[in-house]
């Protein structure tokens, strides 16, 4: 249950993965606004909240300013989650990623400004750590990014940087570390990992690991996602606002350990995906190769205490895809 309550909450790509989680989880205390053009949300993940008295849907672009104008009037509090995602789209378009990514941030972030909006909490990327081989990934250590969306990311936690200072609205981003769980879209040329390996399990087709699958990964379930945006929105400490987090578990796990985790749990249900062979391809351009997060800044400031570990986030996730599945 929230712990916010008799708030007007916007959320920008409310439709989508992490988005439509936050939405359900806001929604029976709050009054709460989507936003979202459907680009990459699905009307699917909002079906249930389309009647909920609380809730209000706007289909339109951050990319139009008097779009933005309007999603945030009378708000106290804008979750920005709109983003195209994914660095193989944003290699082979990085105009169109810099367009909604940038120019839409910036849009979204000036009619809060403009509107007097309480708090501007985004959603960030650990993609911003670029080519620092440092373990764990510290809050103030970046290296430089090493794709067209890792740039854009990096972007807006400088214009929210710039804007805080110069127009004192307060504003938090959340470096998401690989986030997964219920509503995230397996189908598409630009998938994450978890939800596209879990389709072909449940295909019986063979996943296809890119590398020898000892990449690794901060794999961060979406309560703990949820919880974060939460406390960023609680929080008054004056040290904890106008800042980034990492939004993560902690951990690391290997592309073989997900797979086999995924083969166990989805073994429960179907024992065939036991025997379905795993297919190693080339590396993809653009990966870093191992991901963890320093979660201590979140603890200190905000008392983050992460819910659900990786294989206990992706055991529930494993159940929610076998129960929703067509």
Avoid at 121 to 146: M, N, Q
Avoid at 154 to 163: G, K, M, S, T
Avoid at 222 to 238: C, F, G, K, T
Wanted: proline share 4%; with cysteine; hydrophobic share 40%.
């Amino acid at each position: 249950m929230s712990k916010i309550a008799k708030k007007k909450i916007l959320i920008t790509g409310g439709a989508g993965f992490i988005g439509s989680n936050l939405c359900g989880y806001f929604l029976e205390d709050n009054e709460v606004i989507c936003l979202d053009n459907f680009s990459t949300g699905h009307y699917h993940n909002i079906q249930s909240f389309l009647l909920h008295p609380n809730f209000k849907l706007i289909e339109g672009d951050i990319r139009d300013f008097e779009t933005c104008e309007r999603a945030v009037l009378g708000v106290d509090f804008v979750l920005h989650e709109a983003a195209l995602g994914s660095v193989p789209r944003s290699i082979n378009d990085p105009i169109t990623t810099n367009e909604v990514n940038v120019s839409g941030f910036l849009n979204m972030l000036t009619a809060a400004r403009n509107a007097g909006v309480k708090r501007f909490i985004y959603a960030a990327s650990s993609s911003t750590y670029g080519d620092s081989e440092k373990l764990p990934k510290i809050e103030e250590v970046i290296g430089k990014p090493l794709s067209p969306y890792a740039v854009t990311k990096y972007v807006n936690e400088l214009y929210a940087d710039v804007f805080s200072k110069t127009y004192s609205i307060a504003t938090i981003g959340l470096r998401y570390f690989n986030v997964f769980g219920r509503n995230q879209d397996p189908n598409g040329a630009y998938a994450a990992v978890i939800p596209k390996f879990v389709a072909q399990f449940l295909n019986h087709e063979s996943p296809i690991i890119n590398g020898d699958g000892n990449f690794s990964r901060d794999f961060t379930y979406i309560d703990n996602v949820i919880q974060m945006n939460e406390l960023a929105m609680l929080s008054d400490h004056p040290e904890a606002i106008n800042t980034v987090y990492n939004t993560a578990f902690g951990e690391r796990t290997t592309l073989n350990e997900l797979v086999h985790s995924l083969k166990e749990f989805l073994a429960e249900f179907d024992p065939e995906i036991a025997t379905v062979p795993i297919v190693y391809g080339e590396n993809r351009v653009g990966d870093i190769p191992h991901s963890l997060a320093s979660i201590e800044k979140a603890k200190r400031l905000l008392n983050y205490a992460p819910k659900f570990s990786m294989r206990e986030g992706l055991k529930e996730t494993v159940k929610w895809y076998w129960e929703t599945r067509k």
